[in-house]
């Protein structure tokens, strides 16, 4: 008899400290990651190049991009993708020499951006601001890059706007600047993005 009772006696406590433990359990467990999907359709990348004649402006096109953000920790995954070859400021032998020469488009074909931590909160119910780290990769080189963007939510998707500049002479790109006419070593860049938020297949 005492060898039959001793099992029961051993489980109704084992039961209690698991009940006791799972409430704990559970408060240390991690928030979902929040997913998001870049529209292209909806997504404008400009940018603008000032020279001692005149001031160009020309855009890029986005091909592809995702992002996953933990909000408790900050840390991000992803990959931003942009079509090096789709760049164009309106004068066609202008951008053949930016493809061919100083994008070197048929060896680097696509310009990318990689985050790896998020500097404040994502609020999906409020606009704010937004520090991004990660890493670009320009012409075949990663570079570690810091980028301000402010959010604005709505319903199932936020929009986005950055400016940040990238000096792309010091970073191993060809000079366009031909004898007097004399362009800057760093470029602007403007994006107007909209991400939608994957809430099906974010991880609870």
Not at 75 to 98: E, F, W
Not at 165 to 191: N, T
Request: proline share 7%; charged share 15%.
């Amino acid at each position: 008899m005492i060898a039959n009772r001793l099992p029961r006696l051993f489980t109704a406590p084992a039961l209690a400290v698991l009940l006791a433990l799972a409430p704990a359990a559970r408060a240390q467990a991690k928030p979902g990651t929040l997913d998001f999907n870049f529209d292209p359709a909806t997504t404008a990348i400009h940018w603008t190049l000032n020279s001692n004649v005149h001031t160009v402006h020309g855009t890029f096109k986005l091909k592809n991009g995702a992002i996953s953000i933990d909000p408790a920790s900050g840390n991000a995954s992803g990959l931003i993708v942009i079509d090096a070859a789709s760049g164009q400021s309106g004068d066609s032998t202008r951008d053949n020499r930016m493809n061919n020469v100083v994008l070197e488009t048929a060896r680097y074909p696509t310009i990318t951006f990689r985050p790896t931590h998020v500097e404040g909160k994502v609020d999906l119910t409020a606009p704010g601001p937004i520090t991004v780290n990660g890493v670009m990769n320009l012409h075949g080189q990663d570079h570690p890059m810091q980028l301000s963007v402010d959010l604005h939510p709505k319903d199932a998707a936020i929009s986005s706007e950055s400016h940040f500049s990238v000096p792309y002479v010091s970073w191993g790109l060809k000079d366009p600047s031909i004898m007097m006419f004399r362009v800057e070593k760093q470029v602007a860049i403007d994006i107007d993005a909209t991400a939608i938020h994957s809430a099906d297949t974010a991880r609870r």
